[in-house]
């Protein structure tokens, strides 16, 4: 999402603004001119929403309202520059919140030695394998086609043609893994999960699908 952040204080005085609302479960949502939110917290940001993007300058926590209006209330932590914001795009979110939150891998303190990547060369793939690496995770194994085998491993991973006759053995010989992140839902990503028990391929696996 793309905000413009900006202050404003309980006693401003109250203007409207128009809002898509949702009256009770299971109506239509409407578009209704609601006043402007008011900070009543230090910590609290209002912010004017201009486009909703896959960079991300400001998120509003999942569990509170009133999102879908001109403006908006959210915690100053929840706000980056744009700087930030450019180099920390939606895909970055994405595999921080697989590997991090779903994984419970710490970033701090080398969390898993052998992670598998099903789509290693694609955004998520390649932006996993970039914080794996960052973090100090020494084996990171990912499957990719054969074209994309030089830009796999300038990143530091192993590549695995996933469309090798042999890449299930392959996969067999660099196991263990203590991580497993699919990002394809491909046959060969399935298979590696139904064999956890055989190689003991995953402690943890996150999947997109
Ligand atoms: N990007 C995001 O921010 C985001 C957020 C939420 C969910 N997702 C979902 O996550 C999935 C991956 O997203 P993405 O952005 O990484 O997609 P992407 O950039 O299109 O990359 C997909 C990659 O998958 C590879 N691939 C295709 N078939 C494969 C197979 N059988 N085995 C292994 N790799 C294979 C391709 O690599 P080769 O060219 O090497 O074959 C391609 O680079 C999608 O379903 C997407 O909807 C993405």
Redesign the pocket.
Known sequence: MRFVIGRRCASTTASVMKAWILESHGTQLQLREMPIPVLTKPDQVLIKVKVFT?IVMAVIPAFKQGCHAEYAITEASCCSHFQQAASFP??AC?AWTALVTVARMNPKSKPAERVLI????????TMAIQMLKAWGTEKVVA???Q??FELVKSLGAIPVD?RAINATDQLINLAPFEVVLD??N?E??KWSDKVNKVVDVAKTKFS?Y
């Open positions: 896959y939606y895909v994405t099903h789509g290693g060369s694609g955004g998520l793939g499957t990719c086609s074209d994309s996933y990002c394809v491909s060969l990503a997109l």
